[in-house]
């Protein structure tokens, strides 16, 4: 993404060009090295860099055998950073030698105002400096070095800070009050007071360390439904790390497995064209095929936008003259159900903006959904909502607690739904990739506002119902480049997409570069790749190569390529389709690929 960039920062660029150099003041004897490990010979120890976007390297290097690189991504400038003890009223030289374009180096909190020093293209060692002097009660401040937002990497090397040392850190004191919430079957979260001169707290589970955050709260995620866990925390700054506090025991909830039960375990699921014939055809309820083991009727549409009254009806006969009358496509769904196959109403589609911005809307939508069910007898919702129907507003940050109201409308009518029908309510989910992955680089409007508000903006709806979601198959089609886990971008059409977008689910990411809010990974039972059934049914068919390279690669960890997985998931559940229409459409090449795949 592109940044305004300040004027002073133009200018102090145009200074450098010119030759022009600020020259580091003498060093008094009384001074010393306060920054700890400065050339990273101990790879990122003291070190703490956003979104694991630091590591260490052997070349290049300005002296000694190794140095920081470090990559910015999405709306993560790649800063790494230490806090360091210091004395009030003291001068304070920082310095560091660094590659790359637009580095900068700088210290904050000094108590009289950041400084910083940067370069705006060094393609070899270029050295920083600048010289500052502590507040009246500064005892500590935060040394730094970042990249620019959608810049290559940078490298930094021999980083120093020349001054009159501080009183030592003591590590911070044990964590007291450690606390969880209701657990759920496969999540609880923990809060605990913040200690004094804690930068950091680390979790345990079970006595293993399972995160570093710089908050109060975490929540532990893809646990065991009916296990017992037992969590402590402890603090730590620049000096250490205290004790570990008391052991606080969480036991999950028995409702693990799918919810919505019975499927396969390895499932097809496809759309099937009920209200409309989109070129591809009609295909009648008991013409599908067995292979199709859930069945999305496509789709329920509002009345208006914002109304949220959903409404369904069968294709019109002027459009599809081989239509089936209401009886027979009813009694259609009876077997195909006494066939052990599910039957959901999808809302939404590419045609179909729903917006539940009032609780009354919620309240409609509840209440029309409902009567579609029963009217034909479904077995659940699948939930389609894509173009401006879900967004976020401004300053609604945290996928953990969003504040939208369509989307915390969106969350109570669904919870409504699974209260009214029970374990065995279906609830699916088909959002596009800008709604989900793009979550990784950027959620909502951004920390600056300009942002497409859209952004990641399925990811809390996907958390908040997690515990009650059988299936979430991403469509990974129709889509635009996106990053993955490993900081690359891939493109639609090839198993590397779907191999990446995949990993994303399963692995788990922080949402919008931030380690404090991961997105827990799903279960493979919860996951199904989603695809087009042909070149005519939308953009970035996968042939049925690439689709066995995919599921070669997330199953097996064979047919990888270049990417590498955080995992192997035999359990994955399966392959979705638009649709089956397009896949009858094209011989059936699609369904007949996923029979014929071996699982195992």
């Known amino acids: 993404m592109d940044r305004t960039r300040p004027l002073n920062l133009l200018l102090a660029g145009v ?54 690189r470090a990559t910015p991504a ?78 290559g990497a940078y490298h930094a090397d021999d980083l120093s800070l020349l001054g009159p040392g501080g009183d030592p850190v003591q590590p911070p004191a044990t964590p007291t009050g450690l606390t969880a919430g209701s657990p759920t079957a496969t999540a609880v979260t923990l809060t605990w ?74 499932a097809l699921v496809g ?13 009648r309820m008991a013409d599908v095929p067995d292979s199709w083991d859930v069945i999305n009727l496509a789709f329920g549409e509002p009345t208006s936008v914002t109304s949220g009254d959903i409404r369904f009806s069968l294709c019109p006969a002027t459009e599809c003259p081989n239509v089936e009358s209401p009886a027979d496509f009813k009694a259609a769904v009876k077997a195909k159900q006494a066939a052990g196959k599910k039957v959901l109403i999808s809302i939404g589609g590419q045609n179909g903006q729903v917006q539940l911005s009032t609780t009354a809307a919620r309240d409609t939508f509840v209440t029309s959904v409902s009567k579609i069910i029963d009217e034909y007898g479904l077995d659940g919702l699948d939930i389609d909502f894509e173009g401006h129907s879900l967004s976020l507003q401004t300053g609604d940050t945290d996928f953990r607690n969003p504040t939208s109201p369509v989307i915390v409308n969106l969350i109570q009518a669904v919870r409504t739904l699974k209260a009214k029908y029970g374990a065995k309510f279906v609830l699916t989910m088909a959002p596009e990739t800008f709604f989900v992955q793009l979550g990784y680089q950027y959620y909502g409007s951004g920390p600056w506002g300009g942002q497409d508000p859209r952004a990641g903006a399925y990811l809390p709806v996907i958390h908040a119902l997690r515990d009650d979601l059988t299936l979430l198959h991403v469509q990974d089609y129709n889509s635009g480049s996106v990053m993955g886990l490993d900081n690359q971008y891939h493109s639609m059409g090839g198993a590397d997409f ?90 059936w090449e699609f369904s007949r690929n996923f029979d014929a795949y071996r699982w195992s």
């Open 15 to 68: 200074l450098a060009a010119g030759g022009i150099v600020a020259l580091a003041p003498v060093v008094h004897a009384a001074d010393t090295e306060l920054a700890r490990n400065g050339g990273f010979e101990s790879g990122l120890d003291g070190w703490s860099c956003t979104a694991g976007s630091g590591t260490v390297v052997t070349s290049p290097v300005h002296s000694g055998t190794k140095a920081l």
């Open 74 to 151: 999405g709306s993560d400038n790649a800063r790494c950073s230490q806090t360091v003890t210091v004395r009030p009223n003291s001068t304070y030289t920082l310095s560091g030698w660094v590659r790359g374009s637009y580095v900068y180096l700088g210290a904050s909190g000094t108590g009289t105002g950041d400084v910083s020093a940067w370069t705006q293209s060094a393609p070899d060692w270029q050295k920083l400096a600048t010289t500052f002097t502590t507040g009246a009660s500064t005892t500590s401040l935060t040394l730094y070095t970042h990249g620019w937002y959608g810049t």
């Open 193 to 266: 007071p913040a200690v004094p001169g804690a930068t950091s707290y680390k979790v345990y589970r079970d006595g293993v360390l399972v995160a570093t955050v710089t908050g109060t709260s975490y929540t532990a995620a893809g646990l065991a439904p009916g296990t017992s866990y037992g969590f402590q925390v402890s603090a730590a700054n620049s000096a250490g790390e205290s004790a570990k506090s008391a052991t606080v025991s969480v036991t999950t909830t028995s409702g693990g497995g799918t919810p919505g039960g019975d499927l396969p375990a390895h």
């Open 271 to 283: 759309y099937l064209h009920t209200s409309f014939a989109n070129g591809s055809g009609y295909t």
């Open 498 to 587: 779907h191999i990446a977008m995949t990993d994303m689910l399963l692995t788990g990411f922080p949402v919008a570069g931030n380690t404090d809010r991961v997105f827990p990974a799903l279960r493979p039972d919860q996951v199904a790749i989603g695809l087009p059934a042909s070149t005519q049914a939308g953009n970035g068919h996968t042939t049925p190569a690439e689709v066995n390279k995919a599921l070669n690669c997330l199953t097996r960890k064979t047919d990888c390529g270049t990417y590498q997985t955080h995992g192997t998931w035999p359990g994955l559940r399966g392959l979705m389709t638009w649709s089956v229409n397009w896949d009858r459409y094209n011989g």
